[in-house]
């Protein structure tokens, strides 16, 4: 799907394309939305160079995520999506033309449908392909630190539930899915500086001051949310220590009871067995008194062990 945003005195105009439309004079946007083979085909005919496809946009080395070419500056970069109690990088291309923003993407961006609403509720204070581009990096840097305050708040519940018998699975089902969003969350950030740095770096000559000031306080914020990702990290590594410690300790509770068990009811088997030899002299077979003798041997030999255990402290 084809998209051209046209943005004038704060008014927003939509136009869905087709690959029989021409691009619009007065585009500000162009957003490709799973782009198919037409459509790619349709985006050719105003690029000078090949259009990237969708391994294209995937690629990690930086020299495929941030370059420049006779189309403009490319920029890869993450974003995070929220899928229910789980977080997502999407991977979305960003190509900055002299007179537009063009983007390409595989899937449906929360934070791209919010910048459209701001665009048409008319809170953009920008015109221009840079600062709209500055303008939806900042909303993800808002969205990763609302993300990471996020995780805060779960392992604040984990922390409680971790010397529970009854939660302890999904003590560590949370864990592990935190742990997860988190990894997920600093790359997004990690992403997101090195694209601000290239755009600093090498596209500073059609920045504006308004728009280097904005890329300042987005590294800023960067650094500053980092060290509350590493904590994350160090929080959940004690958690699912203290987690697994508890469970081990749980399960010697158990093996000790055995372990107790079979040791109490070992002088009784002792003695039970003694009797059950087969040997046809016994003396205390033919004792009147024999039977009880033998059973009270038996329970008074449990009771004793199970009381000199008790008296060392080891139940």
């Not at 979305?92 to 934070?111: A, K, P, Q, W, Y």
């Not at 609302?146 to 018998?165: A, C, G, M, R």
């Not at 950030?189 to 000031?213: F, G, I, P, V, W």
Request: aromatic share 12%; hydrophobic share 40%; charged share 25%.
């Amino acid at each position: 799907m084809i998209t051209a945003y046209a943005y004038q005195d704060r008014k927003l105009t939509i136009t869905e394309l087709s690959v029989q439309d021409i691009l619009p004079d007065n585009t500000l946007w162009l957003d490709l939305y799973k782009p198919n083979d037409e459509e790619r085909n349709w985006l050719r005919r105003f690029s000078a160079e090949e259009v990237p496809d969708e391994e294209d946009i995937k690629e990690i080395e930086a020299s495929a995520r941030f370059f420049q070419n006779e189309d403009g500056l490319h920029i890869n970069s993450l974003f995070p999506q929220r899928a229910g109690s789980d977080v997502r990088a999407v991977n979305v291309s960003f190509n900055l033309r002299e007179h537009f923003l063009l983007t390409m993407r595989e899937e449906d961006i929360g934070l791209i449908r919010l910048l459209r609403n701001y665009m048409r509720l008319g809170r953009l204070e920008t015109e221009t392909p840079e600062g709209l581009l500055l303008e939806l990096f900042t909303l993800k840097v808002d969205y990763l630190s609302d993300l990471i305050e996020d995780v805060y708040t779960v392992l604040d519940n984990v922390s409680e539930q971790v010397f529970s018998d009854e939660e302890l699975d999904a003590v560590f089902k949370q864990i592990t899915l935190q742990e997860d969003s988190n990894g997920k969350i600093r790359l997004s950030l990690l992403d997101t500086q090195r694209s601000l740095r290239h755009l600093q770096r090498y596209y500073r000559k059609h920045l504006s001051d308004e728009n280097l000031k904005d890329i300042r306080e987005m590294l800023s914020d960067i650094e500053s949310l980092m060290p509350h990702s590493q904590f994350i990290f160090d929080k959940l590594k004690f958690l699912l220590d203290a987690a697994m410690g508890f469970s081990g300790l749980q399960q010697n509770k158990i093996i000790k009871i055995f372990s107790v068990s079979a040791v109490v009811f070992l002088p009784p088997t002792l003695i039970a067995s003694s009797y059950g030899m087969n040997f046809a002299f016994m003396p205390e077979l033919a004792w009147q008194y024999g039977y009880p003798l033998a059973v009270g041997l038996m329970f008074a030999s449990a009771a004793g062990t199970y009381l000199f255990f008790r008296q060392k402290g080891w139940l």
